[in-house]
T-cell receptor, first 112, second 116 residues
């Protein structure tokens, strides 16, 4: 069975500071990995995805994530956060791109 | 263009009642997905349609839950004999194609179901 753990329930970061959100997964083969963002009143939006190839993946809004097979991790990073990055972030894993298992999410608060 | 829309945005019902939740996918998207998001949790896969047929309904929790997509566009999630534990946000998503390496799911805003 596949599963996702996002160890941090809530992170507060200053505007302009760097951000890293952790994601650890459990899956028997090479998974499909995703990061989604959910802003209040908005639907989930795909930030980036990894299927194969280069383990450093670039996404939208200046986000990137790195797949580390040895650590079963897919951490999300952004060098400099903006107030508009305040949202809930979900990591997801799956054997394909539809039957996804999501983590419980990390809420990011950005302070001025 | 228009995104995925879901109606109603909020639904309050009483235990034991029947409810229908509607999803209008992005025009031309052949794949449609339903998820359920309970409070404090990530979305949980329920069912996936490719066209009119349910390609994978393994996430439906029990036989009180049923979904249809008769014309390959709009989908309705139906819940019979609702229970308080069914309270959650029900999310719908669509994609241009299903189960492909490039398929991106576009999510609607969800329907918040509250069972009293």
């Amino acid at each position: 069975a596949q599963s996702v753990t996002q160890p941090d329930i809530h992170i507060t970061v200053s505007e302009g500071a760097s951000l890293e959100l952790r994601c650890n997964y459990s899956y028997g083969a090479t998974p499909y990995l995703f990061w989604y963002v959910q802003s209040p009143g908005q639907g989930l939006q795909l930030l980036l995805k990894y299927f194969s190839g280069d383990t450093l993946v670039q996404g939208i809004k200046g986000f990137e994530a790195e797949f580390k097979r040895s650590q079963s991790s897919f951490n999300l990073r952004k060098p400099s956060v903006h107030w508009s990055d305040a949202a809930e972030y979900f990591c997801a894993v799956g054997p394909n791109d539809y039957k996804l298992s999501f983590g419980a999410g990390t809420t990011v608060t950005v302070r001025a | 263009g228009a995104g995925v829309s879901q109606t109603p945005s909020n639904k309050v019902t009483e235990k034991g009642k029947y409810v229908e939740l509607r999803c209008d996918p992005i025009s031309g998207h052949t794949a449609l997905y339903w998820y359920r998001q309970s409070l404090g949790q990530g979305p949980e896969f329920l069912i996936y349609f490719q066209g009119t047929g349910a390609a994978d309904d393994s996430g439906l929790p029990n036989d009180r839950f049923f979904a249809v997509r008769p014309e390959g566009s709009v989908s309705t999630l139906k819940i019979q004999r609702t229970e308080r534990g069914d309270s959650a946000v029900y999310l719908c998503a669509s994609s241009p194609a299903g189960a492909t390496r490039l398929g991106e799911q576009f999510f609607g805003p969800g329907t918040r179901l509250t069972v009293l």
